[in-house]
């Protein structure tokens, strides 16, 4: 599967806790995006990378957010000091804007669970 | 960023044509009209997209008005494997990033 993968697809924990998500592109594409979807609604900008560098963050994406894209391959978003308020579809996408034709390419997305 | 508007829910019936309709009446010159739709548990997924003409692909076709003002996501065969959110997204030349709003669910009925 050459898709974007994001792992973990679910994780539950309890309000306080540090978490992690994991996120590996498409091969070879430049640029890439974390959002975060609740319940009813579309997805939200929270930053996005163009290899490695963080180009934009959304203020949605508090203090307690942190999102690295180390070797401009894959991207970590953690979430230090969860709150129920975190608990959401964070999704990723990526794209090669060699190509232009604005299309963002999402994983599966990982639900989040703040007990 | 400019906005969009669709309904908020529309019903198919299988096997029918399904048009979805956007409005986006602030609309620029170098915004371009996309169209994801999202699965239930799904990420979203691209559909189309267009600038001022007609566009068609194995999915859907776009219809975009003379004025650009709106447009229309059509859907030639509702299977039940089309029902899903659509969002109707604008997104400015060299500029990747979609700002999505809430869509229009779709239900197909068998």
């Known amino acids: 599967d050459t898709g974007v993968s994001q792992d973990p697809r679910h994780k539950i924990t309890k309000r306080g806790q540090n978490v992690t998500f994991r996120c590996d592109p498409i091969?070879?594409?430049?640029?890439l995006y974390w959002y975060r979807q609740t319940l009813g609604q579309g997805p939200e900008f929270l930053t996005y990378?163009?290899?490695?560098?963080?180009?934009?963050k959304s203020r949605l994406l508090s203090d307690r957010f942190s999102a690295e894209r180390p070797k401009g391959s894959f991207s970590t978003l953690e979430i230090q000091r969860t709150e129920q308020g975190d608990s959401a579809m964070y999704l990723c996408?990526?794209?090669?804007?060699?190509?232009?034709?604005?299309?963002?390419?999402f994983g599966e997305g990982s639900r989040l669970t703040v007990l | 960023d400019a906005k969009t508007t669709q309904p908020n829910s529309m019903e198919s019936n299988e096997e029918e044509p399904v048009h979805l309709p956007c409005n986006h009446s602030?609309?620029?010159?170098?915004?371009?009209i996309h169209w994801y739709r999202q699965l239930p548990s799904q990420g979203p997924e691209y559909v189309i997209h267009?600038?001022?003409s007609n566009v068609n692909n194995r999915m859907a076709s776009l219809a975009i008005a003379e004025d650009r003002k709106s447009s229309t996501l059509i859907l030639h065969r509702a299977t039940l494997r089309d029902a899903a959110v659509y969002y109707c997204?604008?997104?400015?030349?060299?500029?990747?990033?979609?700002?999505f709003g809430a869509g229009t669910r779709l239900a197909v009925h068998p």
């Open positions: 602030t609309i620029s010159g170098t915004d371009y």
């Open positions: 091969s070879e594409h430049n640029r």
């Open positions: 990378f163009q290899n490695e560098a963080q180009l934009e």
């Open positions: 996408a990526s794209t090669d804007i060699r190509v232009n034709t604005g299309e963002l390419f």
């Open positions: 997204i604008l997104r400015t030349f060299g500029y990747n990033k979609l700002i």
């Open positions: 267009g600038l001022t």
